[in-house]
């Protein structure tokens, strides 16, 4: 069967009179116009399948945080690529000091101190698999990508880039952080490639697998690295 033809297409950087004008730290809005048949999508899921981990830095301490696989395809080229993605949000709490018997005499070094996080997850609500579509527009700078997506009145922020540069949206709460060994290069270029082929501004959707165990708390030692996990 021959594919739906896209007519009239133009293709540029452009500001919009959809979409208002931001600021060039925030770099340009790409935006596409066209008349043709269809509107493709580009759809990516964050899996409750745990990956890996990941050093974070939150507020002046380096916390080890697990990734989560992220699975990202398009109706039109129908490819499958896979990432890793955190889904935790962390917020420090108190510091933990487990006294040796030793300390008792004077003897500190047996001490073990741990800190503390709150983890504010983003979960669905009631259903298995939350579902949430582009919200307006998706900033491209040179080395970073931010999509901000809406559901059921929420906002979620997906970013990808150099996680060590990352700033958390003072109007967000919950963001989900792109992890790969090129600064989040690797999805952008695979972003890039899919609108390239599409020819069309995509329709951009995220859906979101509710996980069965949720970490409420997160106790890491002096290095960042995970003691213990406290669940819901």
Not at 170 to 189: A, K, L, P, T
Not at 210 to 225: A, L, Q, S, T, Y
Request: proline content about 3%.
């Amino acid at each position: 069967m021959c594919p739906l033809p896209e007519l009239n297409l133009n293709l540029g950087i452009v500001k919009d009179a959809s979409v208002q004008s931001h600021s060039i730290e925030d770099g340009e809005i790409v935006v596409r116009t066209d008349s043709g048949l269809r509107k493709h999508t580009i759809t990516m899921t964050v899996s409750d399948q745990e990956v890996g981990k990941v050093i974070l830095k939150i507020g002046n301490q380096k916390v080890e945080v697990p990734t989560f696989k992220l699975i990202v395809t398009d109706d039109k080229t129908n490819e499958t690529e896979a990432y890793q993605v955190t889904r935790d949000t962390l917020s420090f709490v108190k510091v933990k000091t487990k006294r040796s018997i030793l300390s008792f005499l004077g003897i500190k070094k047996f001490d073990k101190t741990s800190f503390l996080y709150e983890n504010i997850a983003f979960e669905p609500h009631h259903e298995d698999i939350g579902k949430f579509e582009l919200s307006k527009y998706r900033n491209l700078s040179e080395n970073s990508l931010t999509y901000t997506f809406k559901g059921n009145w929420e906002n979620v922020v997906l970013f990808a880039g150099n996680i060590n540069e990352f700033k958390k949206p003072e109007d967000r709460r919950q963001y989900f952080i792109i992890v790969d060994h090129s600064d989040g290069m690797s999805f952008i270029g695979d972003i890039l490639y899919r609108e390239k082929l599409v020819k069309l501004t995509p329709k951009v959707e995220l859906n979101i697998i509710r996980r069965n165990r949720i970490p409420k708390n997160f106790e890491v030692d002096e290095k960042g690295h995970i003691r213990k996990l406290i669940y819901l």
